[in-house]
Structures are given as structure tokens and as C-alpha cells.
């Protein structure tokens, strides 16, 4: 349409300067209308003849017309040109949006025999943003039917997968009361290699039957993701804070993240590339332990919240309920939504967290245990409690009813072995001294 407006204009304007040009010319002749000559002028050229006078007229009132159409071309050129702006969405809103459409994460549920199964699987579908972005994928194992009814409840919902080997694990005679762990950790190798080989995703997050969402769930693992691609210093994201219990957190301060040395698990983030360098030397048991040794670590991070994410509700497993009744039923799980996506999150990268949260620690006050358990409130400031060895940290922990147990030689939620918790409203760290060079492995 533009080409073709683009032609008449210029044909009109090519005949309006023709016949413009041949008017000048006749106008500009002896003679060539009528008016007074002079007596110079040659008998034969006084009077031009009709049709050439005619010619010249019917050649102005042309030049109106064409003028009167070339106006009215242009009009209806800009008319048609505003209705284009109005009816066609502006290009570079359509490739900002296509650019922001957020990855696929699927949340991988390892399940077994629990039919309470239910309360995770509720959860999770309540709060997820996009069925399309986080698919929810179920592994069960052990056969059992009434779980497996359960799950199969949900029908398009979530997908159900069943771990094949349902078989007892050859275990050496002094870990035969361990059988459980060992099946635990064949389920984990054979899931995660559903996920990332046979479905072929790039990122996974990893939750257990016996575990409830908080609402922000997807929304912090949806934003921490990108850290985990661009910062090789940190190899997950857990939504768990060991240390999580209502007293020892600031739930007033649902948005703080950290980073920790200790794996914390129980809803966690990795990337297909951790789990390319993980699936070969996967254990044959007690997987959560063997992610915290050093040779496995190798010096990375993972970042965990200040209020947890997850809870747990399952106290029945193999594990006898051993921290539940003393730790785990205590946790507190978050209850307001945090706008992750929304916020920088550029503070966790490895130099610009060290030299903030460093800083931070090593400048606040040192004080005894009696004096902390003296003076309380926030309007005190940030105080940082020292431990000089394993057996002081244990003492320490144990009276602020932290978890005392260390994997490795890292306490729970410690980064450079530093603790960050609250205690009767005050921000406290418990720290080793600031020339501390790295864990003993002999602590645990």
C-alpha cells in the first residue's frame, strides 16, 4: 500500500510540473493571449489560432484539478499510515518479553511408601506458578500400592515414574541394619538419571515425600538459578536452614539469603552439569553425607535462606526420627511471600559476599555467653561469639540450642565456619577467629 501511494504521488507530481512548464512556455510567447500588440509585430502572428488559446485554458483548470488530487493523495497516505501505528504491537516489546520467558525447572519428588505423599504433592501444585515451567515429576520406590494410588490420583497432574529395582542391596554384614540407605541412595542415582538423561533437563530441584512448601518456594529457586550458572563457587541452592527453628531466625527478615559451606539438602537445586560430575562416584549409601565430604565440595558453596522454605512432617523413616522431636518439628517455615525475581541478588557472588559479610562479622562486638544470655533486643546491635575448637563450638551450640554436629569438620548453615543465627532478638555470629584457614576434617 505505501509503495503504491509512493507511485501516484510522484506521477501527480510529475504531471503537475509538465503542464506547469508547458503553461510558462505559452504564457511566455508573443501573442500568445489576448491583450494590446505592438506595431512591430508580424502581420501573420497577431491572432493564434483557437485551439492553441483553448489549449492553454483547459491546461490551467488541469492544474487546479491535479493540485485539488494531490491534496487528497496525502491525506488519505497519512490516514492510512496512522491506522498501521495504531493496529501494529511495537517489535521491540514482543523480543523483550520472548527474551525474559523464564527456564523449565522440574521438581523431582522421591517418594516411597508414605501415602501422606498427599500434603507435599498439594503443596507444590497450590503454589506453583506454571504447570508448564515446573512440572512436577514423582519417583516412587519400594511398590508401594497405596502410595502409589495416591499419586496416581493426581492423574495428568504430576508424572509418575517407578523405580525399576525393588530388590534387597548387597551390603557388607556390619551394614545390614542400614539396608534402607543403601535403597535411598540407588533410588536418588537412578532418578536424577531419569531427569537429567532420559528427560534430558538441564536444572532439577529435589524434594522428599515427607516435605511442605512454603509459598515462595518456586519463586527463590526461580531466581537463584541464574547464580548457579554464572558462579562456579556455588554447586546448589537448598531451601533449608538447619539452624531454621522460630527462635534463632528473624522471620521479620524472610528476604536475607546466605551462602554455607555445609550441604544443607531437604529441597535443593542442581544444575545437569553437578550431576555429570556426581553420577559416576554416586555412593552406594548415605548419599547427604557423602555430598558434604571435601573431595565432593571441592571448596563450593550452596545458598540457603534465612527462614526456611521447606519443613519437614516426617518423622516415621529410616532414620528413626533421629534431630525430629529435638530440631526438625521445630523449623520455621516461611509464610509471606519474597519477590526473589524482583530483587539483586548479585551480593551472594563469592568476593562480593566475603567482603561484605566478613566485614560484618569481625567488626561486631565479641561477647561471652553469660553476657549474651544477659542482655537481649535488636536495638543492641549484631554481637559475634568466638570458639577456638571443636569441643568449644559444641559447647557453644549446644547452649543456644543450635545443631551441634559437624560433617567434615563444617557445622550446619557455617560459611568460613562462621554461624549466623538470632538469639532472644539479637543477630549473633558464632566464629571461629578471623586468621581461620579452612575445616579440620577430624572435627566430625
Known sequence: MLKKTSLALGGAALFLAWNGLLLLFLWSRPGALPGPQSPQQAPGSRLLPAQLLQL??????????????????????????????QKTPKPPQIAASAEAEPPVI??????????????????????????????????QDCGHAETAR??????????????????????????????????????YRWALGQV??????????????????????????????????????????????DNGKEALVDAGRAELLYRTDFFPGLGWLLLAELWDELEPKWPAAFWDDWMRQPEQRRGRSCVRPEVSRTMTFGRKGVSHG?????????????DRFVPF???????????????????????????KLEELQKEAGKDLGAVRLQYRGRDSFKALAKALGLMDDLKSGVPRAGYRGIVSFVCRGRRVFLAPPSDWTGYDPSWS
Not at 533421629?322 to 516461611?334: G, S
Not at 566475603?354 to 565479641?366: D, I, N, T
Request: with cysteine; hydrophobic share 40%.
Open 106 to 139: 522440574p521438581v523431582l519428588v522421591l517418594a516411597c511408601d508414605r501415602s501422606s505423599v498427599r500434603r507435599c504433592l498439594d503443596k507444590l501444585l497450590r503454589y506453583r506458578p506454571s504447570a508448564r515451567r515446573f512440572p512436577v515429576i514423582v519417583s
Open 341 to 367: 525475581t524482583q530483587m539483586d541478588l548479585s551480593y551472594l557472588k563469592k568476593d562480593e559476599y566475603e567482603r561484605f559479610f566478613l566485614q560484618q562479622v569481625y567488626s561486631a562486638p565479641e561477647v
Open 196 to 241: 537429567f538423561r532420559t528427560f534430558r533437563y538441564r536444572a532439577a530441584i529435589v524434594v522428599e515425600d515427607d516435605l511442605e512448601v512454603a509459598p515462595d518456594f518456586f519463586e527463590y529457586f526461580q531466581a537463584v538459578l541464574p547464580l548457579l550458572q554464572r558462579d562456579p563457587s556455588l554447586w546448589c541452592a537448598s531451601a533449608w536452614n
Open 322 to 334: 533421629q534431630f525430629f522431636d529435638q530440631y526438625l518439628k521445630f523449623i520455621k517455615l516461611n
Open 56 to 85: 492553454a485554458q483547459d491546461a490551467e483548470a488541469e492544474l487546479r484539478l491535479q493540485r485539488e488530487l494531490l491534496l487528497q493523495i496525502q491525506k488519505f497516505s497519512q490516514q492510512q499510515q496512522q491506522q498501521r501505528r
Open 150 to 187: 495416591v499419586i496416581a490420583s493426581y492423574g495428568q497432574a504430576v508424572a509418575h515414574i517407578r523405580q525399576p529395582d525393588l530388590s534387597d542391596v548387597a551390603v557388607p554384614p556390619e551394614h545390614r541394619k542400614f539396608q534402607g540407605y543403601y535403597k535411598i541412595s540407588r533410588h
